[in-house]
């Protein structure tokens, strides 16, 4: 099984193309900041703030990390790694 898909940052549509042999993935860049792992993320979502403090946000760069994606993104935000297993399993 593959875990690591194919990817395609979308500039001008501010989206990301997650491709699987079995599974295609395409998100705004704006959702994956909102869905961000990371431990500081996840505490703001567990107190019902938000996540991200401007309305439009962009991907900046992305590294492979081996089990995933280090994201970062144009409000500063670059702590969260994205399991591959974890961008596969979402349903959007």
């Given at each position: 099984?593959?875990?690591?898909p194919n990817?395609?940052?979308?500039?001008?549509?501010?989206?990301?193309?997650?491709?699987?042999?079995?599974?295609?993935?395409f998100i705004?860049?704006?959702?994956?900041?909102?869905?961000?792992?990371?431990?500081?993320?996840?505490?703001?979502?567990?107190?019902?703030?938000?996540?991200?403090?401007?309305?439009?946000?962009?991907?900046?760069?992305?590294?492979?990390?081996?089990y995933g994606?280090?994201?970062?993104?144009?409000?500063?935000?670059?702590?969260?790694?994205?399991?591959?297993?974890?961008?596969?399993?979402?349903?959007?």
């Amino acid at each position: 099984m593959q875990l690591k898909p194919n990817i395609h940052v979308d500039v001008q549509q501010h989206t990301v193309a997650f491709k699987w042999p079995d599974k295609d993935l395409f998100i705004s860049h704006q959702q994956l900041r909102e869905i961000c792992p990371c431990g500081f993320c996840k505490a703001k979502r567990l107190r019902h703030q938000a996540v991200v403090d401007a309305h439009t946000v962009q991907v900046t760069a992305m590294f492979d990390q081996g089990y995933g994606a280090q994201i970062c993104f144009s409000d500063g935000h670059d702590q969260g790694i994205f399991p591959w297993v974890f961008l596969k399993n979402l349903d959007l």
